[in-house]
Every structure is written in C-alpha cells, then in structure tokens.
C-alpha cells in the first residue's frame, strides 16, 4: 500500500488528466467482457452515464469510459453508492447552497451602511489615529487578526486587496480616499467564520456547515472582493432570495478511495479522547486491493464531480449618496426622540438601496467537487457531503 497527500481542502487529491487516461483505458478493456458492456448500456439508458452532455467536453469518450469503470469500484457498492439517487437528492441541496450565499453576500450591505454611518460619526469628532471600523461603526485592533479561525480572511490578504482597491480607484481626494479605505476594512474586517462561531443559527453558520473551511475561506473573499468593485458604482446588484433553480445535473467523476488511520499528536482538528489523551485521527489514502481488510483502523471516503447549470435572479438598484445615510440616521433619532420607544433601540440602519429596482436573471454553468466519507472517518461515521470547490467548465470550452 502506497499513501499520497492530498491538497489542502481535498479528502482526495483532485484527479489528474494522467490518472483519468488511465481509468479509461481500464474501462475499455473491461468492456470486452459481455457482463461489463451489459452493465455499461444500462448506465446509458438509465441517465447515469449523460452521453449528449460528456460528449460536449475536450476528450469526452475518455471522460465517460472513466466514469463507467469508476463507478464500478467495489467500495461504492459494499457501502450503496447509488448514482442516480444522489444526483436526486444534489439539486436541492445545490440551490440551497446558492440561496444562503447569496443571502450572506447581501448582509455585506447592512455592514457598509453600517460603516458609512459610523464614518459620518467619526468626522464629528477629534480623531488622530487610524484605526478601522467593525461592522457597528467601532474601531478595531489590527492585531485582533493574528488569532483569526480557519475560514477568515488573513491580515496579509485584507492588506493586499485594499492595495488594489486603491490603485483601481485613482481617488486623489485624500477626504474620499480615507473614507472608501474605512468602508472597505468594515467589509473585511467583518469576520464570516466568527460570527458562524458566535450564532450558529446565523446565514453564515448554515454556510460553514455546507463547504470545507478552505471553500468558505474562498467564497469569503471573492464576494467582499466582487462587492468593493461594484460599490466604486453608481448601481448594485443584490440578490433575490430563494431565487436559485438548478436546472440540469450531470455526473463528470465518481471515485471512491481506502484511507488508513494514522495516530499522532496534533492541535486544531479532528480531536479523540482516548486515555486521557488527545489523539487525532488522520488518514492518509492508500491504494485499494482486494485483499486490504476494511476494519475500525481504515476508512473509506468519496469524491464526486457535478456539472450543473443555476439560474438566479439579481435586483439591480441604485445607491444613495453617502450623505444619505446621515440624514436617514438623524430622522430616526428624531422620530425616536418624540416616541415611548427607547433610545438605544434606534440604531437600525435600513439599506440604502432602492427596492423597486430593476431584476435581471442570469444561468451559470459551473463544475462543483463534492466529497464525504463513506466509512468510519473524522466525522464518526456519519455521512456529510462537503463541497470543496466550485469552478467554471474548463472541460466544456463551449459552456465557457
């Protein structure tokens, strides 16, 4: 038995164009056996195998034959991998996974209003440092970065994005400059994986609990990136809730490998007690024969690869000068002030977003790699599926 390392964020090592050339040619040969050819017509017919959609890709035939003899690992059938009943079961989870992101990405526009409002507090006061805004208006230690979870944006890369958000404005209005610098840290300074820690009934919990904290580390920073762009314009794009709809699934890979356990001091993840002790469990993949025992010592995990299209609606709106936000703030405190309700409680801050903008629908095709443990495995046996990446079709240079 021979181990590898998987990549950071992978149970599996993610497949290479060699090792798939190789699955192929193991497929053909296996099809000149009757029973196997049989079994290979049946995947055609019963939608398991989508010929019309791999077909499509650079070096489909290859991909599809890859497929076939993948899907017949022994693994998969001695723990009841069923294909079709998991391609069943992905397109509702999939247009769940897309509502809660998107719905994380719009909280980005209460903590900018949030910002801009605590900005406008600060120029009213005597303020000589340069300290950045949480997401309520208060400043926040640079420091408080250097004990940041797995998941969260790092110093570094907060740093070398308000670089380039600087470079990309050309604002020479040291006024302007300051104040976008200030909005911007509130953005990334507004932690996804804290407050998953903090409130676990929260948008940013439900995402954490569907992708790997390398994808969630991913997704953070590309939709803060994507929001600090469009704010530089005059309009935004938010996203309609609940308006995600998969409309086709197609399977691109299936396999399924044999881990060892391995045992060993660590710090942060996958923790046992056993004696007293803290132990971890690891795993390394080793090569499958039919020979190995799976026992409590080994365990099995699964990759899959899914080609799907999602459609979404977005509400195209405008933005409202940053002034607004004051005068928006000053007519609550007023209408507060004259009513029972107390003070403390009028600190809302409503998005400055006009509503009845106009919606627009857009359909993306993307790849996303799921991955679970089938036996034993960190999570205690129970299955979970993870999405570990998501990416545009490169295999299907039409769908680009």
Same mark, same amino acid.
């Given at each position: ?40 017509? =049946? $995947? %055609? ?6 010929? *019309?959609?791999? !077909?499509?890709?650079? @070096?489909?035939?290859? /991909? ?82 250097? =004990? $940041? %979870? ?6 570094? *890369?907060?740093? !070398?994005?308000?670089? @380039?958000?600087?470079? /990309? ?83 691109? $890979? ?21 004696n007293g002790k803290r132990i971890v469990r690891e795993y390394e993949v080793v090569d499958y024969y039919d020979d190995v025992e799976i026992d409590s010592e080994t365990a099995v995990a699964a990759q899959i690869d899914i080609l799907y299209d999602v459609t979404q609606e977005f509400i195209l709106t405008k933005s409202l000068p940053s002034s607004a936000s004051t005068l928006i703030h000053n007519s609550k405190e007023k209408d507060t002030s004259t009513s029972d309700t107390n003070s403390s409680e009028s600190t809302e801050y409503t998005p400055l977003l006009d509503t009845d903008g106009e919606s627009t629908q857009t359909t993306i095709v993307s790849v996303v790699t799921l991955e679970g443990w089938l036996h034993n495995g960190p999570d205690d046996g129970k299955l979970r ?16």
């Open positions: 038995m021979t181990a590898r390392k998987a990549l950071a964020g992978f149970i599996i090592q993610p497949r290479t164009m060699p090792e798939m050339f190789c699955s192929a040619m193991n497929g053909l040969f296996s099809l000149l056996h009757e029973k196997n050819r049989i079994v290979f017509v =049946n $995947s %055609l017919e019963n939608g398991t195998l989508q010929e *019309e959609v791999l !077909s499509q890709a650079t @070096a489909g035939q290859m /991909m599809m034959i890859s497929l076939f003899h993948d899907l017949q690992n022994p693994l998969f059938k001695k723990y009841k991998f069923d294909p079709l009943v998991f391609i069943e079961g992905l397109a509702p989870a999939l247009e769940n996974f897309h509502n809660v992101s998107g719905a994380l990405e719009n909280e980005l526009y209460e903590i900018n209003n949030k910002a801009l409002a605590g900005h406008e507090r600060k120029l009213n006061k005597t303020d000589d440092d340069n300290d950045s805004f949480d997401d309520n208006g208060n400043d926040i230690d640079d420091n408080d970065n250097d =004990n $940041s %979870l797995i998941g969260d944006i790092t110093k570094d *890369e907060k740093k !070398s994005l308000l670089s @380039a958000l600087r470079i /990309m404005t050309h604002n020479d209005d040291n006024m302007d400059s300051e104040k976008q610098k200030k909005d911007a840290e509130a953005i990334l300074n507004y932690e996804w994986m804290k407050e998953a820690e903090r409130n676990p009934e929260s948008v940013a919990a439900s995402l954490s609990r569907m992708v790997t904290k390398e994808l969630f580390q991913i997704n953070q920073l590309s939709s803060k990136t994507a929001f600090l762009l469009q704010s530089q314009s005059s309009k935004n794009i938010m996203f309609r809730e609940g308006s995600c709809e998969i409309n086709n699934i197609a399977l691109l $890979s299936a396999r399924a490998c044999l881990f060892k356990r391995k045992e060993g001091f660590t710090t942060e993840e996958n923790k046992d007690i056993i599926w993870r999405l570990a990446s998501y990416r545009p079709p490169y295999e299907f240079r039409g769908l680009l």
